[in-house]
Protein backbone atom coordinates (compact mmCIF):
# COMPACT_ATOMS: atom_id res chain seq x y z
CA UNK A 1 0.00 0.00 0.00
CA UNK A 2 1.21 3.32 -1.20
CA UNK A 3 2.53 6.33 1.29
CA UNK A 4 0.25 8.85 1.74
CA UNK A 5 1.38 12.04 -0.05
CA UNK A 6 -0.26 15.70 1.00
CA UNK A 7 0.57 16.71 -2.57
CA UNK A 8 -1.19 14.07 -4.15
CA UNK A 9 -4.11 14.28 -1.96
CA UNK A 10 -5.81 17.17 -3.99
CA UNK A 11 -9.08 15.10 -4.13
CA UNK A 12 -9.68 14.54 -0.16
CA UNK A 13 -12.20 16.30 1.88
CA UNK A 14 -10.76 16.33 5.63
CA UNK A 15 -12.64 17.97 8.53
CA UNK A 16 -10.35 17.79 11.35
CA UNK A 17 -8.61 20.91 10.60
CA UNK A 18 -8.90 23.57 7.51
CA UNK A 19 -8.20 22.19 4.30
CA UNK A 20 -10.30 24.02 2.10
CA UNK A 21 -6.80 24.20 -0.49
CA UNK A 22 -7.70 20.24 -0.93
CA UNK A 23 -11.04 20.77 -2.47
CA UNK A 24 -10.44 23.72 -4.14
CA UNK A 25 -7.31 22.32 -5.34
CA UNK A 26 -9.66 19.26 -6.91
CA UNK A 27 -11.53 21.86 -8.07
CA UNK A 28 -9.34 23.09 -10.42
CA UNK A 29 -8.89 19.80 -12.33
CA UNK A 30 -10.16 21.37 -15.79
CA UNK A 31 -8.79 19.67 -18.88
CA UNK A 32 -7.04 16.56 -17.99
CA UNK A 33 -5.42 15.00 -21.18
CA UNK A 34 -7.80 16.02 -23.60
CA UNK A 35 -7.64 18.58 -25.87
CA UNK A 36 -10.80 19.37 -25.00
CA UNK A 37 -12.20 23.14 -26.16
CA UNK A 38 -14.05 24.74 -23.66
CA UNK A 39 -15.73 27.44 -25.74
CA UNK A 40 -14.71 27.65 -29.31
CA UNK A 41 -16.23 31.02 -31.18
CA UNK A 42 -18.44 31.57 -28.17
CA UNK A 43 -20.97 34.08 -28.37
CA UNK A 44 -20.47 36.84 -25.42
CA UNK A 45 -23.79 38.84 -25.55
CA UNK A 46 -23.92 41.62 -22.95
CA UNK A 47 -25.70 44.65 -22.58
CA UNK A 48 -25.36 47.78 -20.92
CA UNK A 49 -28.56 49.50 -19.03
CA UNK A 50 -29.50 51.57 -16.76
CA UNK A 51 -31.78 51.78 -14.07
CA UNK A 52 -33.29 54.05 -11.47
CA UNK A 53 -33.60 53.08 -7.68
CA UNK A 54 -37.46 53.17 -8.16
CA UNK A 55 -37.33 51.20 -11.18
CA UNK A 56 -34.92 48.54 -9.01
CA UNK A 57 -36.99 48.47 -6.21
CA UNK A 58 -40.38 47.63 -8.62
CA UNK A 59 -38.34 44.90 -10.66
CA UNK A 60 -36.87 42.98 -7.33
CA UNK A 61 -39.84 43.67 -5.02
CA UNK A 62 -42.64 43.91 -7.08
CA UNK A 63 -42.33 42.19 -10.51
CA UNK A 64 -39.49 39.86 -9.05
CA UNK A 65 -37.58 39.84 -12.22
CA UNK A 66 -34.55 40.34 -10.52
CA UNK A 67 -33.46 37.57 -7.68
CA UNK A 68 -31.35 38.36 -4.92
CA UNK A 69 -30.08 35.70 -3.38
CA UNK A 70 -30.07 35.75 0.34
CA UNK A 71 -28.16 32.53 1.28
CA UNK A 72 -25.65 33.17 -1.10
CA UNK A 73 -23.79 36.25 0.28
CA UNK A 74 -23.13 35.11 3.77
CA UNK A 75 -19.29 36.13 3.65
CA UNK A 76 -18.25 39.55 4.09
CA UNK A 77 -22.19 40.87 4.68
CA UNK A 78 -22.35 44.60 4.97
CA UNK A 79 -22.52 46.30 8.43
CA UNK A 80 -24.93 48.58 9.04
CA UNK A 81 -22.43 51.59 8.80
CA UNK A 82 -21.32 50.29 5.29
CA UNK A 83 -24.64 50.35 4.26
CA UNK A 84 -25.00 54.24 5.71
CA UNK A 85 -22.05 55.19 3.28
CA UNK A 86 -23.24 53.81 0.31
CA UNK A 87 -26.62 55.51 1.19
CA UNK A 88 -24.43 59.16 1.72
CA UNK A 89 -22.66 58.79 -1.33
CA UNK A 90 -26.48 58.56 -3.45
CA UNK A 91 -27.59 61.42 -1.73
CA UNK A 92 -24.44 63.59 -2.38
CA UNK A 93 -24.87 62.32 -6.28
CA UNK A 94 -21.81 60.26 -6.20
CA UNK A 95 -21.67 57.65 -9.15
CA UNK A 96 -20.92 53.62 -7.74
CA UNK A 97 -19.33 51.27 -9.46
CA UNK A 98 -21.58 49.22 -12.44
CA UNK A 99 -22.52 46.08 -11.17
CA UNK A 100 -23.15 42.97 -13.71
CA UNK A 101 -26.53 40.53 -13.78
CA UNK A 102 -27.04 37.45 -15.93
CA UNK A 103 -30.32 37.10 -17.70
CA UNK A 104 -31.92 33.97 -18.28
CA UNK A 105 -34.35 32.61 -21.60
CA UNK A 106 -37.68 33.73 -19.89
CA UNK A 107 -35.96 37.22 -19.44
CA UNK A 108 -35.32 36.88 -15.35
CA UNK A 109 -31.98 38.67 -14.40
CA UNK A 110 -29.68 37.46 -11.64
CA UNK A 111 -27.39 39.69 -9.53
CA UNK A 112 -23.61 38.73 -10.28
CA UNK A 113 -22.09 41.33 -9.01
CA UNK A 114 -23.52 44.31 -6.24
CA UNK A 115 -25.26 41.89 -4.25
CA UNK A 116 -25.07 44.09 -1.14
CA UNK A 117 -25.33 47.40 -2.65
CA UNK A 118 -28.90 46.76 -3.91
CA UNK A 119 -29.34 44.89 -0.68
CA UNK A 120 -28.33 47.80 1.16
CA UNK A 121 -30.63 49.87 -1.08
CA UNK A 122 -33.82 48.13 -0.80
CA UNK A 123 -33.37 47.50 2.70
CA UNK A 124 -33.18 51.41 2.76
CA UNK A 125 -36.17 51.89 0.67
CA UNK A 126 -38.05 49.24 3.20
CA UNK A 127 -36.92 50.93 6.34
CA UNK A 128 -34.64 48.06 7.94
CA UNK A 129 -32.36 50.36 9.23
CA UNK A 130 -31.45 53.93 10.04
CA UNK A 131 -28.38 56.17 8.91
CA UNK A 132 -25.50 56.25 10.97
CA UNK A 133 -22.11 57.57 11.88
CA UNK A 134 -22.28 59.88 8.64
CA UNK A 135 -18.84 62.00 8.10
CA UNK A 136 -20.33 64.94 5.92
CA UNK A 137 -24.45 64.54 5.82
CA UNK A 138 -24.26 64.70 9.68
CA UNK A 139 -28.18 65.78 9.67
CA UNK A 140 -29.35 62.51 8.33
CA UNK A 141 -27.68 60.36 11.05
CA UNK A 142 -30.60 57.98 12.38
CA UNK A 143 -32.99 58.86 9.74
CA UNK A 144 -34.49 56.08 7.99
CA UNK A 145 -36.08 55.99 4.37
CA UNK A 146 -39.52 57.62 5.74
CA UNK A 147 -38.13 60.32 7.77
CA UNK A 148 -36.53 61.92 5.25
CA UNK A 149 -38.40 64.94 3.42
CA UNK A 150 -39.60 64.42 -0.24
CA UNK A 151 -36.39 66.10 -2.19
CA UNK A 152 -34.27 63.92 -0.70
CA UNK A 153 -36.50 60.53 -1.31
CA UNK A 154 -36.97 62.17 -4.85
CA UNK A 155 -32.89 62.31 -4.97
CA UNK A 156 -32.42 58.77 -4.01
CA UNK A 157 -35.08 57.09 -5.81
CA UNK A 158 -34.61 58.76 -9.14
CA UNK A 159 -30.64 58.03 -8.75
CA UNK A 160 -29.12 55.96 -11.71
CA UNK A 161 -27.26 52.69 -11.47
CA UNK A 162 -25.09 51.04 -14.07
CA UNK A 163 -25.44 47.48 -14.96
CA UNK A 164 -24.05 45.08 -17.85
CA UNK A 165 -26.34 42.31 -18.50
CA UNK A 166 -24.96 39.25 -19.54
CA UNK A 167 -27.32 37.91 -21.80
CA UNK A 168 -28.68 34.45 -23.82
CA UNK A 169 -27.11 32.49 -25.72
CA UNK A 170 -23.92 33.06 -23.67
CA UNK A 171 -22.55 29.27 -22.97
CA UNK A 172 -22.69 28.31 -19.22
CA UNK A 173 -19.06 27.87 -18.98
CA UNK A 174 -18.74 31.80 -20.18
CA UNK A 175 -21.52 32.97 -17.50
CA UNK A 176 -19.28 30.71 -14.75
CA UNK A 177 -15.50 32.43 -16.06
CA UNK A 178 -17.34 35.92 -15.87
CA UNK A 179 -18.73 35.41 -12.84
CA UNK A 180 -15.07 34.44 -10.88
CA UNK A 181 -13.46 37.26 -12.77
CA UNK A 182 -15.98 39.91 -11.32
CA UNK A 183 -16.06 38.01 -7.97
CA UNK A 184 -12.93 38.19 -7.01
CA UNK A 185 -12.53 41.29 -4.82
CA UNK A 186 -13.34 40.49 -1.25
CA UNK A 187 -13.09 36.57 0.10
CA UNK A 188 -12.46 34.67 -2.66
CA UNK A 189 -15.22 32.61 -3.21
CA UNK A 190 -14.35 28.62 -4.61
CA UNK A 191 -15.96 27.32 -7.47
CA UNK A 192 -18.65 25.59 -5.54
CA UNK A 193 -19.81 28.62 -3.63
CA UNK A 194 -19.82 30.45 -7.49
CA UNK A 195 -22.55 27.19 -8.75
CA UNK A 196 -24.45 27.70 -5.79
CA UNK A 197 -25.13 31.76 -7.07
CA UNK A 198 -25.51 30.70 -10.96
CA UNK A 199 -27.70 27.82 -10.33
CA UNK A 200 -29.93 27.46 -7.91
CA UNK A 201 -33.15 25.84 -7.92
CA UNK A 202 -33.74 22.59 -8.25
CA UNK A 203 -30.17 21.27 -8.47
CA UNK A 204 -29.05 23.68 -5.16
CA UNK A 205 -32.07 22.38 -3.26
CA UNK A 206 -31.43 18.47 -3.72
CA UNK A 207 -27.73 19.00 -2.66
CA UNK A 208 -29.21 21.02 0.10
CA UNK A 209 -31.64 17.68 0.81
CA UNK A 210 -28.71 15.03 0.71
CA UNK A 211 -26.18 16.59 2.23
CA UNK A 212 -28.13 17.17 5.19
CA UNK A 213 -29.70 13.33 5.49
CA UNK A 214 -28.75 11.19 8.16
CA UNK A 215 -27.63 8.64 5.81
CA UNK A 216 -25.05 10.72 4.32
CA UNK A 217 -23.77 12.02 7.58
CA UNK A 218 -24.03 8.54 9.17
CA UNK A 219 -21.80 6.62 6.07
CA UNK A 220 -19.00 9.89 5.70
CA UNK A 221 -18.60 10.25 9.84
CA UNK A 222 -19.78 13.39 9.42
CA UNK A 223 -16.69 13.97 8.49
CA UNK A 224 -17.15 16.34 5.31
CA UNK A 225 -17.25 19.89 6.67
CA UNK A 226 -20.33 21.81 5.33
CA UNK A 227 -17.78 25.32 5.26
CA UNK A 228 -17.55 26.67 1.90
CA UNK A 229 -20.20 24.26 0.32
CA UNK A 230 -17.49 21.32 0.43
CA UNK A 231 -19.90 18.49 1.51
CA UNK A 232 -22.32 19.93 -1.73
CA UNK A 233 -19.41 19.59 -3.97
CA UNK A 234 -19.02 16.20 -3.43
CA UNK A 235 -22.56 15.21 -3.72
CA UNK A 236 -22.95 16.95 -6.71
CA UNK A 237 -20.09 14.92 -8.73
CA UNK A 238 -21.37 11.82 -7.02
CA UNK A 239 -24.92 12.92 -8.28
CA UNK A 240 -23.72 13.97 -11.85
CA UNK A 241 -21.49 11.10 -12.28
CA UNK A 242 -23.94 8.41 -11.27
CA UNK A 243 -26.51 9.55 -13.78
CA UNK A 244 -23.85 9.42 -16.19
CA UNK A 245 -22.21 6.03 -15.94
CA UNK A 246 -25.92 4.51 -15.55
CA UNK A 247 -26.64 5.96 -18.84
CA UNK A 248 -29.33 8.53 -18.20
CA UNK A 249 -27.33 11.18 -20.37
CA UNK A 250 -26.82 8.50 -23.35
CA UNK A 251 -29.15 10.26 -25.49
CA UNK A 252 -28.00 14.06 -24.35
CA UNK A 253 -24.64 15.22 -26.44
CA UNK A 254 -24.28 17.82 -23.56
CA UNK A 255 -23.99 16.01 -20.82
CA UNK A 256 -21.68 13.62 -22.27
CA UNK A 257 -18.00 13.92 -20.02
CA UNK A 258 -14.85 15.60 -21.73
CA UNK A 259 -12.77 16.76 -18.95
CA UNK A 260 -13.54 19.57 -17.97
CA UNK A 261 -15.11 19.00 -14.65
CA UNK A 262 -16.30 22.79 -14.28
CA UNK A 263 -18.23 22.92 -17.66
CA UNK A 264 -19.79 19.34 -16.75
CA UNK A 265 -21.21 20.21 -13.61
CA UNK A 266 -22.41 23.17 -15.02
CA UNK A 267 -24.14 21.67 -17.60
CA UNK A 268 -25.66 19.46 -15.06
CA UNK A 269 -27.27 21.88 -13.08
CA UNK A 270 -28.89 23.10 -15.49
CA UNK A 271 -30.19 20.31 -16.62
CA UNK A 272 -31.44 19.18 -13.53
CA UNK A 273 -33.26 22.77 -12.76
CA UNK A 274 -34.60 23.13 -16.20
CA UNK A 275 -34.92 19.47 -17.80
CA UNK A 276 -34.95 16.71 -15.73
CA UNK A 277 -37.95 15.03 -15.13
CA UNK A 278 -39.36 15.26 -11.70
CA UNK A 279 -39.37 11.88 -11.52
CA UNK A 280 -36.17 11.36 -12.48
CA UNK A 281 -34.53 13.17 -9.68
CA UNK A 282 -36.84 11.71 -7.03
CA UNK A 283 -35.50 8.71 -7.88
CA UNK A 284 -31.97 9.55 -8.04
CA UNK A 285 -32.69 11.21 -4.74
CA UNK A 286 -33.88 8.05 -3.21
CA UNK A 287 -30.66 6.02 -4.97
CA UNK A 288 -27.83 8.01 -3.86
CA UNK A 289 -29.31 7.63 0.08
CA UNK A 290 -29.95 4.10 -0.07
CA UNK A 291 -26.42 3.88 -1.36
CA UNK A 292 -25.22 5.64 1.28
CA UNK A 293 -26.98 3.16 3.68
CA UNK A 294 -25.58 0.50 1.78
CA UNK A 295 -22.19 1.68 2.22
CA UNK A 296 -22.65 2.02 5.99
CA UNK A 297 -24.16 -1.10 6.34
CA UNK A 298 -21.25 -3.24 4.52
CA UNK A 299 -18.29 -1.00 5.18
CA UNK A 300 -19.13 1.29 8.39
CA UNK A 301 -18.26 4.78 8.22
CA UNK A 302 -14.55 4.56 6.68
CA UNK A 303 -15.95 2.63 3.59
CA UNK A 304 -14.93 6.37 1.38
CA UNK A 305 -11.48 5.89 2.81
CA UNK A 306 -8.09 4.27 2.36
CA UNK A 307 -6.85 2.74 4.80
CA UNK A 308 -4.18 4.50 7.20
CA UNK A 309 -2.31 1.74 9.21
CA UNK A 310 -4.37 3.40 11.91
CA UNK A 311 -4.42 6.68 11.11
CA UNK A 312 -7.70 8.00 9.61
CA UNK A 313 -7.20 9.21 6.49
CA UNK A 314 -9.69 11.91 4.82
CA UNK A 315 -12.94 10.98 2.48
CA UNK A 316 -11.34 10.25 -0.92
CA UNK A 317 -13.60 12.03 -3.53
CA UNK A 318 -13.00 10.11 -6.28
CA UNK A 319 -13.56 6.61 -4.11
CA UNK A 320 -16.87 7.91 -3.07
CA UNK A 321 -18.10 8.88 -6.38
CA UNK A 322 -16.90 5.34 -7.82
CA UNK A 323 -18.51 3.61 -4.72
CA UNK A 324 -21.80 5.14 -4.85
CA UNK A 325 -22.46 4.13 -8.52
CA UNK A 326 -21.28 0.24 -7.38
CA UNK A 327 -23.73 0.40 -4.65
CA UNK A 328 -26.25 2.24 -6.93
CA UNK A 329 -26.94 -1.84 -8.04
CA UNK A 330 -26.98 -3.74 -4.98
CA UNK A 331 -30.34 -4.94 -4.63
CA UNK A 332 -32.40 -4.34 -1.48
CA UNK A 333 -32.80 -7.34 0.26
CA UNK A 334 -28.49 -8.15 0.73
CA UNK A 335 -27.81 -11.73 0.77
CA UNK A 336 -24.74 -11.69 3.32
CA UNK A 337 -22.84 -14.61 1.75
CA UNK A 338 -22.97 -12.61 -1.58
CA UNK A 339 -21.86 -9.17 0.49
CA UNK A 340 -19.24 -10.97 2.11
CA UNK A 341 -17.79 -11.69 -1.44
CA UNK A 342 -18.72 -8.01 -2.38
CA UNK A 343 -16.94 -6.18 0.77
CA UNK A 344 -13.52 -8.53 0.18
CA UNK A 345 -13.32 -7.11 -3.51
CA UNK A 346 -13.98 -3.93 -2.67
CA UNK A 347 -11.26 -3.62 0.02
CA UNK A 348 -8.83 -5.60 -2.52
CA UNK A 349 -9.50 -2.82 -5.42
CA UNK A 350 -9.41 0.18 -2.49
CA UNK A 351 -5.41 -1.35 -2.23
CA UNK A 352 -5.18 -1.03 -5.59
CA UNK A 353 -6.90 2.24 -6.07
CA UNK A 354 -4.16 3.72 -3.11
CA UNK A 355 -1.72 2.73 -4.80
CA UNK A 356 -2.97 4.31 -8.71
CA UNK A 357 -2.75 7.66 -10.16
CA UNK A 358 -6.19 7.63 -11.03
CA UNK A 359 -7.34 8.70 -7.73
CA UNK A 360 -4.72 11.21 -6.88
CA UNK A 361 -3.19 14.24 -9.00
CA UNK A 362 -5.13 15.07 -11.79
CA UNK A 363 -8.82 12.82 -11.02
CA UNK A 364 -11.12 15.16 -13.55
CA UNK A 365 -9.58 13.92 -16.93
CA UNK A 366 -11.48 11.41 -18.82
CA UNK A 367 -8.90 8.52 -18.51
CA UNK A 368 -8.94 8.79 -14.52
CA UNK A 369 -12.50 8.73 -14.92
CA UNK A 370 -13.05 6.03 -16.99
CA UNK A 371 -11.09 4.08 -15.32
CA UNK A 372 -12.91 4.25 -11.58
CA UNK A 373 -15.97 3.45 -13.06
CA UNK A 374 -15.09 0.55 -15.02
CA UNK A 375 -13.24 -0.79 -12.74
CA UNK A 376 -16.17 -0.73 -10.65
CA UNK A 377 -18.23 -2.00 -13.34
CA UNK A 378 -15.55 -5.31 -13.96
CA UNK A 379 -16.40 -5.71 -10.04
CA UNK A 380 -20.24 -5.77 -11.16
CA UNK A 381 -19.93 -8.51 -13.73
CA UNK A 382 -17.55 -10.72 -11.73
CA UNK A 383 -20.37 -10.69 -8.69
CA UNK A 384 -23.68 -10.42 -11.32
CA UNK A 385 -25.04 -7.18 -9.61
Known sequence: MGNMNIKDE????NSDE????DVEQADLSINGDDSYTIYPNAEVR?????????HLHTLCLKRKELIIDPDFQRHDVWKQRQKSELIESILMGIPIPLMYLFEDKNGKKQVV???????AILDFLEGKF???????????????FADLDLKQQGVIEDFQLLFYIIQPPTPERVKYDIFDRVNRGGTPLNKQEMRNALYRGRCTRMLDKLCCSPEFLIATGRSINKERMKDQYVVLRAMAFLMLHRGEFKDIPALQYR???????????????????EKLIVDYENLFIRCMQISY??????GFRFSGNGIRRPINMPLFEALSYLFSFVPEKIDYTWASRLILDIESVKEEFDDSRYFSGNIDSTT?????????DKIRNRIQL
Open 10 to 13: ASII
Open 18 to 21: NVVS
Open 46 to 54: VEKAQYSIM
Open 113 to 119: DGRQRIS
Open 130 to 144: KLNNLRILKQFNGCC
Open 259 to 277: GDIDDFLARFMVYVNDNAP
Open 297 to 302: DLLGEN
Open 368 to 376: SVSFRFDRM
